[in-house]
């Protein structure tokens, strides 16, 4: 059985630029969160999709977007990016909304320069 | 909201020795707890979780932790560390109500010869 898989695993991109983000969940799994981890803020929660609908979201600016597609992939966008993005991005995938397990991909290292 | 409190950054420990990595949350509504493990360059492995029922959990990798609720302390144990224990260690917690985890800040756990 395949685990999450996050596309691409590196990406260097430059201040105001735009960037976007995959997360392909275990299949089966319908729902999808992504974290963001930063030596200075550590693990924080971004949004959960279940079922191509937003149900939780943290406290990020709007520039942080989402979606989920009806296969349950997911990707996260982020616009005019700034120096502060550089993070390690993960996704995590569980069964249905209000999981009591989630499986975590490899994450995504953004470097923003 | 929840909060997480894991009170050492860093524990070095011999090899075989025992090993305590303390956790402390606190939340207004109850919650579920949980234990992630990060090695480097990887995303995160659940360990173990706590939802219900005996407050002595056991986890994959020789891994346990024990719920103390008038303490609100998750505390995960291992009686003999192995020196591939060497990793970086989670506490997160998620409110029954909606599925966001909420992690502290790690420990490094070192394990040496």
């Known amino acids: 059985k395949a685990g999450v898989t996050q596309t691409p695993r590196y990406l260097i991109k430059t201040r105001g630029q735009q960037v976007t983000l995959s997360c392909s969940p275990i299949?089966?799994?319908?729902?999808v969160s992504w974290y963001q981890q930063t030596p200075g803020q550590g693990l924080q929660f971004l949004f959960e999709?279940?079922?191509?609908?937003?149900?939780n979201k943290g406290n990020f600016p709007g520039r942080f977007s989402g979606r989920q597609f009806s296969n349950s992939r997911s990707e996260m966008n982020v616009s005019t990016l700034e120096l502060g993005d550089s993070a390690l991005y993960l996704c995590?995938?569980?069964?249905?909304?209000?999981?009591?397990?989630?499986?975590f991909g490899q994450g995504t290292r953004l470097t923003v320069v | 909201a929840q909060s997480v409190t894991q009170l050492d950054s860093q524990v070095p420990v011999f090899e075989e020795a025992p090993v305590e990595l303390r956790c402390n949350y606190s939340?207004?509504?109850?919650?579920?707890l949980f234990w992630y493990v990060q090695y480097p360059n990887q995303g995160l492995q659940l360990l173990l979780k706590?939802?219900?029922?005996?407050?002595l959990v056991k986890g994959i990798n020789g891994f346990e932790a024990e719920f103390n609720k008038s303490q609100t302390s998750f505390h995960l144990r291992k009686p003999s560390v192995h020196i591939s224990d060497t990793a970086e260690y989670f506490c997160?917690?998620?409110?029954?109500?909606?599925?966001?985890?909420?992690f502290g800040t790690g420990t490094r756990l070192q394990v040496t010869l």
């Open positions: 995590a995938s569980s069964k249905d909304s209000g999981f009591t397990e989630a499986f």
């Open positions: 299949s089966g799994h319908r729902s």
């Open positions: 999709y279940f079922s191509e609908t937003q149900r």
């Open positions: 939340s207004s509504v109850s919650v579920y």
């Open positions: 706590y939802l219900s029922g005996s407050t």
């Open positions: 997160a917690v998620m409110p029954g109500t909606a599925s966001k985890l909420t």
